[in-house]
C-alpha cells in the first residue's frame, strides 16, 4: 500500500507563491519520476512539472521561470515552488510518483489533490 499526500495548497492574490509538498509513504522500495499535475474546470489534466530520481526537470511552458520542482528522496518528498502566480493557474493540483514497489514492479500513484485559487 502506497499513499501520496499533499498539501499547501490555497487562496492566494495574483503575484503571489504557495508551496506545495507532497509526501509518499507505505510499501516503497524506491521513487522514480515524481511530477505535478493540475485540472482546472472543464479542462483536462496537465503536466506542470516532473522531476526524475536524479533530479532532472521539466516544465510546461506556461510555467517555465516561475514555478520550481524540486524532492527530497530521503523524504519520499517531492515539493513545487510557485511564484508569481496568475488567475490561469487556478486549479487541482495533484502529485505522481512512479513508485518502484519490488525489484520489478513499479505503479503511477497519485495524490488526493489540492486546490490552488488564485484571485485577480
Known amino acids: 500500500q502506497v499513499q501520496l499526500v499533499e498539501s499547501g495548497g490555497g487562496l492566494v492574490q495574483a503575484g503571489g507563491s504557495l508551496r506545495l509538498s507532497c509526501a509518499a509513504s507505505?510499501?516503497?522500495?524506491?521513487?522514480?519520476?515524481m511530477g505535478w499535475y493540475r485540472q482546472a474546470p472543464g479542462k483536462q489534466r496537465e503536466l506542470v512539472a516532473a522531476?526524475?530520481?536524479?533530479?532532472?526537470?521539466n516544465y510546461a511552458d506556461s510555467v517555465k521561470g516561475r514555478f520550481t520542482i524540486s524532492r527530497d528522496n530521503a523524504k519520499n518528498t517531492v515539493y513545487l515552488q510557485m511564484n508569481s502566480l496568475k488567475p490561469e493557474d487556478t486549479a487541482v493540483y495533484y502529485c505522481m510518483g512512479v513508485v518502484v514497489v519490488t525489484t520489478f514492479q513499479e505503479y503511477d500513484y497519485w495524490g488526493q489533490g489540492t486546490q490552488v485559487t488564485v484571485s485577480s
Open positions: 522531476i526524475t530520481s536524479g533530479g532532472s526537470t
Open positions: 507505505g510499501s516503497i522500495f524506491s521513487i522514480n519520476a
